[in-house]
């Protein structure tokens, strides 16, 4: 560097040798993308002209010898199927032609070659294939053999020859662009050379001028960063150097500050996320010990609880059976109401019971068809039916994935509630019916029952909620709070439809089947695919499959749509009548 030289800025230093640098490069670059550009087009010649070509020529000499090999094969055997090769042939023969002719089109010589090919082709086809052919087809092998002879080995051997000539012009025009290819990849290599010259001397120039004013204050501020970084965030980092470094060492020394206070913060904030953790897990232990007791509570009503309010109730029975009449009415009455009483308490734990094994003890999911669920739960509400003359229909259902005997748990409740609050006088008509929505089935339970006013709608599946007294409606106040756990359980949900006149009418969702999603989307009309659309008691419902099972008590069950839950699925009776087919319309009526 000269004197004056010494006063420059980092910046200006660097920026001088850069130019200098920048200019010889430029020259080189420009040289070497002229070069580049050279072997390119050589390059696309051989690769995109010349290689294709070659290839083509030797399909198309196969394609000829196919054609000689066919007709020669049907002149000897008289078999049409030998003649598949000639025939098939023709058309490839052409669209070759074509595709040479245009890749040799600016090259006159080779597009000679090729129409010389081209016309004896044609000129054997017509003076020997065609004849051979029709000889063969009309006066059979030894009119065909005939025609086989010298003179038409040579006219094929001409068109041989004439294939091997273009076949060597354009082997020597590839081996030229080749040569070319050669040269200039040379000149590309020489002038990359002389780039990398340039480069390295110009790196060398910067390295010894750079190495006073720039490498070694950039070691000592380093040194300084990795003291810091060590763990000494109270260091103060000073710099020295150019004015630029200067400004790195302030700019870092203030970045140093500022996470010294973050992680001041940061710390603080990881004592108070450690005292969180910790009552966390003393929560998460604390609900380990809590469903443990849980399960062993569930076991002692499911065992111990039982067994005395069996023995309770037996007993209670034995004295209303054996004094009743002799002692006083008052009497009587207080021993129905313990009998009363502990069959409700049974009953009650039983539904507890149920309630709380609800995706706690699973089979496991499986593809369930509706319909013939639904057949089971016309089984188990037969008795109920025939109590009350009710009618129970419903529509075409369709096949989801989950447990079985949860969802005919589910059914059986909401059939049940709508069988048991009816209005007086008035025979029920129940209709289950279901359409996709979506990625959902929604499936709804239908009734002309006494139905329920808007403000107790959510209110119906807390558990242990009645809206009516057990003398009117008996049951335990569970079941749908059943329903509503067994639908959430299948990823779907519950609610009552407000939007009714008259009845009520309860829906709920469940995942559809992907295939079924699919078919739906893929409906010409743009609209969802449905099964029962029909949403009320109906006299009919389109069909499904209907297997009986045991019929259930008529008052026991399936919690009420007014909001008074009971549990289903625990009557026990004799089974109703099984069957299944499809007539159109399905109808469960009994009485």
Same mark, same amino acid.
């Given at each position: *560097? ?8 980092? %910046? ?18 420009? @040289? /070497? ?43 000897? #055997?008289? =078999? ?20 040479? %002719? ?47 002879? +010298? ?5 094929? +051997? ?22 070319? &290819? ?8 020489? $002038?990359? &050379? ?16 750079? =190495?006073?004013?720039? /490498?070694?204050? $950039?070691?000592?501020? @380093? ?39 973050? $992680?001041?913060? /940061? %710390?603080?904030?990881?004592? %108070? ?54 002692? =006083? ?15 409700? *308490?049974?009953? $009650? ?12 003890? #699973? ?24 109590? #009350? ?18 969802? #005919? ?22 209709? /289950? ?9 929604? &499936?709804?339970?239908? +009734?002309?029952?006494?139905? &329920? ?51 009520t009418a309860i829906r709920f969702t469940l995942p559809a089947l992907p295939e079924d999603v699919r078919a739906a989307e893929g409906d010409d009309t743009g609209e969802a695919a449905t099964a029962g659309t029909t949403d009320g008691p109906t006299d009919d419902g389109s069909g499904g499959r209907v297997d009986g099972g045991p019929a259930g008590d008529p008052m026991t069950g399936a919690g009420p749509t007014d909001g008074d839950a009971d549990g289903a699925g625990t009557a026990d009776g004799p089974g109703g009548e099984r069957g299944s087919g499809r007539t159109g319309d399905m109808r469960e009526t009994v009485g």
């Amino acid at each position: *560097m000269t004197t004056g030289a010494q006063g420059w800025t980092l %910046r200006r230093r660097v920026g001088a040798l850069l130019a200098v640098v920048g200019v010889l490069l430029s020259i080189l670059v420009a @040289a /070497v993308i002229g070069a580049a550009a050279q072997n390119r087009q050589y390059t696309h010649e051989v690769l995109d002209r010349w290689g294709p070509l070659r290839a083509q020529s030797q399909e198309l000499l196969a394609v000829l010898v196919n054609q000689e090999t066919a007709v020669r094969g049907y002149a000897v #055997t008289g =078999d049409r199927a030998n003649l598949t090769p000639y025939t098939e042939s023709l058309d490839r023969e052409q669209d070759l032609y074509r595709g040479m %002719r245009s890749l040799v089109g600016t090259y006159p010589d080779l597009a000679r070659q090729l129409d010389t090919v081209e016309s004896r082709a044609a000129a054997w086809r017509g003076a020997v294939a065609e004849p051979v052919i029709q000889a063969t087809t009309q006066g059979g092998t030894a009119a065909g053999q005939a025609l086989i002879g +010298d003179e038409s080995r040579q006219r094929f +051997d001409g068109i041989r020859a004439s294939l091997a000539a273009l076949q060597e012009g354009i082997l020597a025009e590839r081996e030229e662009g080749a040569q070319n &290819i050669y040269r200039t990849s040379t000149l590309v290599v020489v $002038l990359l &050379i002389v780039a990398a010259l340039v480069v390295v001397v110009a790196g060398g120039v910067l390295l010894v001028s750079l =190495d006073r004013i720039v /490498v070694r204050p $950039l070691t000592d501020l @380093a040194g300084q960063v990795r003291e810091v970084a060590e763990g000494d965030y109270r260091h103060r980092i000073a710099g020295s150097g150019p004015p630029e470094f200067l400004m790195v060492a302030t700019d870092v020394d203030a970045m140093r500050q500022k996470i010294a206070k973050d $992680l001041d913060e /940061v %710390r603080e904030a990881r004592e %108070r996320i450690e005292w969180v953790n910790s009552q966390l897990q003393k929560q998460a232990e604390e609900l380990t010990r809590s469903n443990r007791d849980l399960e062993q509570f569930a076991y002692v009503a499911s065992h111990d609880l039982q067994e005395p309010l069996r023995k309770v109730a037996s007993f209670c029975q034995l004295l209303q059976r054996r004094y009743a009449g002799q002692l =006083d009415e008052r009497a009587d009455q207080y021993i129905a109401f313990a009998v009363d009483g502990a069959q409700r *308490m049974q009953r $009650l734990i039983n539904d507890l019971l149920a309630f709380s094994r609800i995706g706690r003890l #699973t089979t496991g999911f499986t593809e369930v068809d509706l319909n013939k669920v639904m057949g089971d739960v016309a089984a188990q509400t037969e008795a109920a039916r025939q109590y #009350t003359d009710a009618e129970l229909t419903w529509g075409e259902l369709p096949v989801i994935r989950g447990e079985e005997p949860l969802l #005919t748990n589910l059914l059986a409740n909401l059939v049940s509630n709508s069988i048991k609050f009816r209005r007086p006088d008035v025979p029920p008509k129940v209709h /289950v019916s279901a359409r996709l929505v979506g990625d959902e089935w929604e &499936i709804s339970c239908a +009734d002309n029952g006494i139905g &329920i006013e808007p403000e107790f709608a959510d209110k119906i599946f807390v558990i242990f909620q009645r809206l009516h007294a057990k003398d009117a409606y008996p049951g335990t106040g569970i079941g749908l709070a059943i329903v509503k756990k067994i639908a959430e359980y299948h990823g779907g949900r519950v609610w009552v439809d407000t939007s009714l006149a008259e009845g009520t009418a309860i829906r709920f969702t469940l995942p559809a089947l992907p295939e079924d999603v699919r078919a739906a989307e893929g409906d010409d009309t743009g609209e969802a695919a449905t099964a029962g659309t029909t949403d009320g008691p109906t006299d009919d419902g389109s069909g499904g499959r209907v297997d009986g099972g045991p019929a259930g008590d008529p008052m026991t069950g399936a919690g009420p749509t007014d909001g008074d839950a009971d549990g289903a699925g625990t009557a026990d009776g004799p089974g109703g009548e099984r069957g299944s087919g499809r007539t159109g319309d399905m109808r469960e009526t009994v009485g």
